[in-house]
Structures are given as structure tokens and as C-alpha cells.
């Protein structure tokens, strides 16, 4: 693994029982494995609560426990992987083998696992920490290898951490704020751990994270999927932690959006790049947890207020991002033909878009087939740029309709060389250069066009480009980039 933050988004699970809510019941797909995915299968039968049980090669059921060595904390190793039940190929083997390096430990428990592992670097400033959306990727390997403890540990270690106050400046954030991640320091000589939590008061840009609250409920349906044990998300404390998430989510104010309103810098892109506003990367998220969120409270009485506000929610999400965030070709010729100025609820032109800020290379960019959720919509203000993460959890979410789903997978295969290249995969498109990218970004030297998240090579977005392949009918995407990244490699 190398010092960038090999998996900054780390986000992902395989697990959200997430076809249309009014559709097939998913829980069935659970009960029997399948390893060949099939072009036929119907598209609303793929849900992200498949994939723990298509990606792997055993049963739970003949799982022993994960090892646990007593007395260890901090950053720790331990035994060999040889549980793991994945392609016995040599590069898995030693992949695993350096994922268990990146393990932490608190009090002899496995919580999380850091953001990098890199001894040759001397500056690590955050990434010996466990972030939670960097974690996600992390627990859906453990699952799928038949080590749900570590999840577990981790899910409630970090809600006991949601439980903590949280100051920044003296300005207290929202009791249901999740940290954007974590540290555990080791004192050899008392034999104590202790935790430090970030919720944005270290982080560079002093931004809290919006989707690390998401990522977790997403996590806690992922780990119930793939488990069965509905025990732990039917705990008192889990029950508060997700309604304590969706309070901050969920509440009333001058906004006329369904949509989430975002501060720059505050999820996976955590420096400014002109992500603020409605983020199409926070609001699948958003999505996504509202949607894992649903299938886990309780009808009690403090329960049943919040499902009333997230099938609300729900509703009036979906159509919004369909309706207004979606582009394709016959989308880009109406809004280049956008009058301006029209008042009144029969505006066509809802946002008072002006067609002269269409960029130029949006033209070239978009297929005849094919089409995606672009990256913002605000008041005059369209982000046409394509952002991955955005993109794929909506397929996975079904945020996108079967329609969408499918000419997004065209036009990764029709842009292929801006999307994809010769090192996969890039996490958005274009970048932003010259004097753009002065204004936009700060000058953070670490912006720069085509470099980290301005539109930089995220090898870690893979596992979510597969798990939409998988979920549209369209594996050979995925093996096509996994391949090249191999002979990258």
C-alpha cells in the first residue's frame, strides 16, 4: 500500500437491500450464493445486499470466530490470513497479508483499519488513523472473508464516539455528528489505550464530515445483511444513533431542495473544489442511508416519526435528483435551448440556468448514448462535472431508475479513456486547470489538475465500478479495468 490515502474513500458496502421500495423483497436473494452473474437477471433483483454473498466462496456458517490475540493495541498484525476465502491467487494472498498490517487495535479488539500503510513516508499526519468512510471498503472484505467482529467492534465503537461532545471553537456541532476518524494511542508503561476522535476541529480545512453519519448507517445494514444478526441494529444505542444521524438530515428549514445542503470539503472530496451546495456524491449517500435507515428502525413510538419523515424524504429525493440532476444528450440540447428569467411554478427553466455556462468540453464529452448524474444543482449554477462515487452509489442505491443505470454503464464504456485510462479510476472529470483552478481551489498545491481529487486516479473506486457492473448485468466493464490495473501494477 502506498501513502495517499490508498483507500480515501474506502466507502462501501456490499449490502443495502436497495432495489425500489415498493419492488421485489430482497431478503430472498440472500438465501442461496451465486458466483456467475447472469446479463438476464432482472435489474431490480441486483441490490447492494448481494454482494457479500456473489463475491464470496464459502459459507458463514462454518465460521469459527476471527482471531483476537490478547493484549495487543495501536497498530498491530495479527495471525495469517489464511481464512480468507478469496481467489487463493498470489497478488490476493500478499494484498491480504498487507491489509492486516493496516489493522488497529483498542484494548485487544480490532476496530478499524488505518487509512495507509507506508513506513517509507516520515509525515503520516492523518492516515494512521480509522476513518469511517475509509473503514467501509475495509469491513466488506471482513465480511465477505467471514469476520464480522471487526465490523461489529468498529460500528459501536464509533457510536460510542457520536456520543462524545463535540466543540470546534467553542461552537458545539450536532449531537448526532459522527468523527471523520479516529486514533488510538498506546501507553506501554500504564498499559492504557485511549481514543482520540476527530470531528473536524483537527482536520485540514476545519470541515466536519457529512457523510461519515451516512457511511455508518450504510455499514450497520451491510454487517446485518450479511450476518443475519439483526440484534445488534435493534440495539437501544444503534436505534438512537441512526435517528440522532437523520435528525440533522431530516430537519426543517428555509431550504426549498430536497436535496442536502453541503459545505466544500465536508465528505470523500475533503478540500475545496467547489463541491459545495447539493454535492451529487453526499446526496446518493444520502439516499442510500435513508434507504438502509428504513429497513432497520423500529415502529416504536420514537421510531415511527422518523420512518414517517424519511419515506417523505424519500419521495421527493428520487424525483429531484432524476428530474434535475440527470443529463444526456437530449437533456443538454433543452438546456442549451433554456429561456432565462421565467417566474412562476411553470418555469421550465426551474433554476434560471444561463445556457452560456455550459462549458465548452461537455459538448464532446457526452455520447449520443449514455448519460449520468452531473455534480451539482443550484440556483444559476449547473456542475456538469462527472464525479465516480456519485455516479455508481446511485446505481447501487437504485437513486438511479433502471434507464439511468444503464446509459451511465454506456458512457463509462463510450468515455473510457477520460474515465478509466491507463490507471483506474478517476474520481471526477475534467479537472480543473490554470486560472480556474486558482480561484476554485485555493491554489492547494495538492489540487493541481489531474492529481488527487482534481481529477486524480483513485484505484480504490474499483470495487464500487464493480459492484455496479455486477448490479447492471455488465461484469466485463469491471474485469476490463481490473486487468489493467494489474498490468499497471
Not at 428520487?318 to 440532476?325: A, D, G, Q
Not at 433543452?334 to 418555469?347: F, G, L, N
Not at 455516479?391 to 463509462?412: F, G, H, K, R, Y
Request: a negative charge.
Amino acid at each position: 500500500m502506498d501513502g495517499t490515502k490508498v483507500m480515501g474513500l474506502r466507502n462501501v458496502s456490499s449490502i443495502c437491500s436497495l432495489s425500489e421500495m415498493d419492488d421485489h423483497d430482497l431478503s430472498r436473494l440472500l438465501d442461496k450464493p451465486r458466483l456467475n452473474i447472469e446479463r438476464q437477471r432482472s435489474f431490480d433483483e441486483r441490490s447492494l445486499s448481494e454482494l457479500p454473498m456473489i463475491l464470496t466462496r464459502g459459507s458463514y456458517d462454518n465460521y469459527e470466530g476471527m482471531h483476537s490475540p490478547c493484549g495487543r493495541s495501536g497498530i498491530d498484525t495479527p495471525a495469517s490470513w489464511d481464512r480468507n476465502s478469496f481467489d487463493p491467487h498470489p497478488i490476493v494472498a500478499e494484498a491480504w497479508e498487507a491489509f492486516r498490517r493496516t489493522l488497529v487495535y483498542f484494548r485487544g479488539q480490532p476496530v478499524g483499519t488505518i487509512a495507509a500503510y507506508d513506513h517509507a513516508s516520515e509525515e503520516v499526519l492523518n492516515y494512521d488513523q480509522v476513518f469511517v468512510r475509509d473503514f467501509v471498503p475495509s469491513a466488506l472484505a471482513f465480511l465477505m472473508n467471514g469476520e464480522p467482529e471487526i465490523v461489529k467492534n468498529f460500528l459501536l465503537k464509533t457510536l460510542q464516539l457520536q456520543g462524545w461532545e463535540k466543540k470546534v471553537d467553542r461552537f458545539k456541532l450536532g449531537e448526532g455528528a459522527m468523527p471523520a476518524s479516529f486514533k488510538v494511542l498506546h501507553d506501554p508503561v500504564r498499559k492504557l489505550d485511549t481514543i482520540i476522535a476527530d470531528f473536524g476541529e483537527s482536520a485540514i480545512g476545519r470541515v466536519a464530515p457529512i457523510d461519515s453519519g451516512f457511511w455508518w448507517i450504510i455499514l450497520l445494514r451491510a454487517y446485518t445483511k450479511s450476518t443475519g444478526d439483526l440484534s445488534l441494529a435493534e440495539r437501544p444505542e444503534c436505534q438512537k444513533g441512526m435517528r440522532l444521524i437523520l435528525t440533522l438530515c431530516l430537519a426543517e428549514g428555509f431550504d426549498t431542495f430536497p436535496t442536502l445542503l453541503c459545505a466544500d470539503g465536508c465528505s470523500m472530496i475533503d478540500r475545496r473544489m467547489d463541491v459545495y451546495g447539493y454535492p451529487i456524491e453526499i446526496q446518493a449517500l444520502f439516499y442510500m442511508a435513508l434507504r438502509c435507515a428504513l429497513s432497520m428502525l423500529k415502529q416504536d413510538a420514537e421510531g415511527k416519526d422518523c420512518i414517517e419523515r424519511i419515506e417523505k424524504r424519500l419521495h421527493a429525493l428520487s424525483y429531484h435528483m432524476r428530474s434535475y440532476f440527470w443529463l444526456d444528450f437530449q437533456q443538454l440540447n433543452d438546456i442549451y435551448r433554456y429561456k432565462t428569467e421565467e417566474y412562476s411554478h411553470t418555469a421550465v427553466n426551474k433554476f434560471n440556468v444561463i445556457p452560456d455556462s455550459i462549458p465548452d468540453w461537455i459538448f464532446d464529452f457526452m455520447p449520443t448514448r449514455g448519460g449520468y448524474f452531473i455534480g451539482n444543482v443550484s440556483p444559476a449554477r449547473m456542475d456538469f462535472r462527472w464525479f465516480c462515487l456519485g455516479n455508481c452509489i446511485a446505481i447501487l442505491s437504485s437513486l438511479a431508475t433502471p434507464e439511468q443505470s444503464v446509459a451511465i454503464m454506456d458512457l463509462i464504456e463510450a468515455r473510457w479513456d477520460e474515465l478509466v485510462g491507463e490507471m483506474p479510476l478517476k474520481i471526477a472529470y475534467p479537472a480543473i486547470e490554470k486560472h480556474e483552478w486558482r480561484i476554485v481551489t485555493g491554489c492547494d498545491p495538492k489540487n493541481t489538475r489531474w492529481s488527487y481529487h482534481n481529477g486524480g486516479s483513485w484505484p480504490v473506486l474499483l470495487w464500487l465500478l464493480t459492484a455496479a457492473c455486477i448490479k447492471t448485468g455488465r461484469p466485463q466493464i469491471a474485469r476490463q479495468a481490473i486487468d489493467l490495473r494489474r498490468h499497471v501494477c
